[in-house]
């Protein structure tokens, strides 16, 4: 019995040392050892409709995100891995119609055109749309579930950009 506890010890122990050392990441992410810093520059909304705190809550989400799931460090200008872009669309369409031709849900889908800068190695540089939605029941009043939406969808978004950044999917 002791000799089992010693042995999930010492496994633990090894998973955290090379956790920490750069060889394995708990999320999956695979960073390069010469990646230190990264910025994330501020995404202006440019879809048709404006909702004014959206560009500094998305830029916000996403540097928390990558905080959070990295040891990068953020830097204020410019990192050894850059981030910007836009907001390309915010849109909110009729989904589920029903035979009253009234809409049983709305979909919001939220769109971010990302520009992903290496400054350590250009060859993986890239730029991409990513696009999440999220449904509710056309009786719910948008106003009232606008930034928890908000919120779920750029959670997504964060988790998606830094997945292809550093997961590689």
């Known amino acids: 019995m002791i000799v089992n506890f010693y042995k999930l010890i010492i496994y633990i122990s090894s998973l955290l040392f090379m956790s920490s050392c750069g060889f394995y990441s708990f999320n999956g992410a695979s960073i390069s050892q010469d990646i230190e810093t990264f910025s994330v520059q501020y995404f202006p909304n440019r879809a048709k409709t404006i909702v004014p705190s959206l560009s500094q809550f998305f830029t916000e989400k996403l540097k928390d995100y990558i905080l959070e799931q990295s040891n990068l460090e953020l830097e204020t200008s410019t990192g050894d891995i850059d981030f910007s872009g836009e907001i390309i669309k915010y849109e909110i369409k009729p989904m589920a119609i029903q035979a009253n031709e009234q809409a ?44 928890s939406l908000i919120e779920q969808i750029t959670s997504e978004l964060s988790e998606d950009i830094f997945n292809k950044a550093f997961v590689n999917w």
Do not use: V
């Open 104 to 147: 049983a849900q709305n979909r919001l889908t939220i769109t971010i055109k990302l520009i992903y800068t290496n400054n350590r190695n250009i060859s993986k540089n890239f730029e991409k749309n990513f696009s999440r939605y999220s449904d509710y029941m056309s009786n719910q009043n948008l106003n009232d579930i606008e930034n």
